[in-house]
């Protein structure tokens, strides 16, 4: 059985820093590219971070310079620092493979930026 596990969000100022930290299990962690998702109130899902088995990783524009995904093989778990926050990344934060798998979507963490 899949899980992942998400935790790390909360309550900041605009301009603060949060880390988002997500752990897998039932899966084979290191040979899976691995994401992150945002989903703000009214809007879809969306990619925002990768990062490929061989560490290779990709940003949505919005959030380039300002996140940083990263893995640990070893302890199954895929990171999210997230620097320079502004109101509008205000969502929950999933993680997942790449491309996403419908049924292993966890219960996200809320991150929740103020102005």
């Known amino acids: 059985q899949v899980q992942l596990v998400e935790s790390g969000g909360g309550l900041v100022q605009a301009g603060g820093s949060l880390r988002l930290s997500c752990a897998a299990s039932g899966i084979i962690f290191s040979i899976n590219a691995m994401g992150w998702y945002h989903q703000a109130p009214g809007k879809q899902r969306e990619l925002v971070a990768a990062i490929t088995r061989g560490g290779t990783k990709n940003y949505e524009d919005s959030v380039k310079g300002r996140f940083t995904i990263s893995r640990d093989n070893a302890k199954n778990t895929v990171y999210l620092q997230m620097n320079s926050l502004k109101p509008e990344d205000t969502a929950v934060y999933y993680c997942?493979?790449?491309?996403?798998?419908?049924?292993?979507w966890g219960q996200g963490t809320q991150v929740t930026v103020s102005s």
């Open positions: 997942n493979v790449v491309p996403a798998r419908g049924m292993w």
